[in-house]
């Protein structure tokens, strides 16, 4: 693996102990991402694609392999990523501002220079006017954002997202996925984003890794070849279709491996 690549996951495998034996969750995986790119993972439903969050987040530790962050091993290392899943956990007695700055807090940093450091990121990301309203009054796209900038605002390099947008409808999901690519952009973090929307992935991505049903393994690394900005208008050409079509092919395969 090349030695300068910000996130390295290297014979990364996972087994959990059942009542009738292990059941393999990842068969050893490995790869290296470069500083600020931006990497989609898909794969079917049980595939692994969690456990690999959460082995690279530090909340497991693998049965083997190892992951390295800037060269040096992470293995088992909390705090070194930020970590979104699908829901967005905002807590209902905190305000939008206070819940945003919750990671913030939890590092030490205190609530007045948290605010103060969070209210321009509200401002200029979409959640001006709303710092003092609570989750119950956002809609989900809203509420989406403020986790994201929590998410960001941990000052970690490395950004894991787990379907944040899954829940979202179509419209708000294209709108969320376009401001998505604004704070990569500004914020300049790696990130690695699974999803099982193929079109969601290819353009928001520069590579995607696709993953095979349990054990999962990496069964392909697609680099995404469109220019960034990148402009909806991608969708309608001949590469972005072929490209959709080699991912589909690999998760239709998938799906005739498992019911047959």
């Known amino acids: 693996m090349p030695t300068n690549s910000k996130l390295e996951v290297h014979a990364v495998s996972m087994a959990f102990a059942g009542s009738t034996g292990n059941l393999d969750a990842?068969?050893?995986v490995s790869f290296a991402l470069a500083e600020g790119s931006f990497v989609s993972?898909?794969?079917?439903?049980?595939c692994g694609k969690s456990t690999l969050f959460?082995?690279?987040?530090?909340?497991?530790?693998?049965?083997?392999?190892?992951?390295s962050?800037?060269?040096e091993d992470a293995t088992g290392s909390i705090g070194r990523v930020g970590y979104m899943l699908q829901k967005d956990l905002l807590l209902p007695w905190r305000t939008v501002l206070d819940n945003v700055i919750l990671g913030m807090e939890i590092k030490g940093v205190s609530r007045g220079r948290a605010r103060a450091t969070a209210m321009p990121?509200?401002?200029r990301y979409g959640l001006g006017g709303f710092e003092n309203r609570f989750p119950r009054e956002l809609s989900g796209g809203m509420r989406q954002r403020a986790a994201l900038l929590r998410?960001?605002?941990?000052?970690?390099?490395?950004?894991?997202?787990d379907e944040p947008f899954g829940a979202l409808d179509a419209q708000t999901r294209s709108s969320m996925q376009e401001w998505l690519l604004q704070l990569w952009a500004d914020f300049a973090k790696t990130v690695v984003f699974v999803t099982h929307d193929v079109e969601e992935a290819i353009f928001l991505s520069d590579e995607i890794l696709v993953v095979s049903a349990r054990p999962g393994r990496?069964?392909?690394?697609?680099?995404?070849?469109?220019?960034?900005?990148?402009a909806r208008s991608v969708a309608n050409g001949v590469e972005f279709v072929a490209l959709k079509e080699r991912c589909l092919s690999h998760l239709g395969h998938m799906a005739g491996e498992r019911a047959a």
Do not use: C, H
Request: proline letters at 11%.
């Open 69 to 71: 962050i800037d060269g």
């Open 121 to 123: 990121y509200l401002e």
């Open 218 to 230: 990496i069964v392909d690394r697609i680099a995404v070849p469109f220019p960034r900005p990148r």
């Open 54 to 67: 959460n082995i690279i987040a530090g909340l497991q530790r693998p049965s083997s392999g190892t992951i």
């Open 151 to 161: 998410t960001l605002l941990l000052d970690t390099d490395i950004i894991l997202l």
């Open 41 to 46: 993972v898909i794969g079917p439903s049980g």
């Open 26 to 28: 990842l068969a050893p």
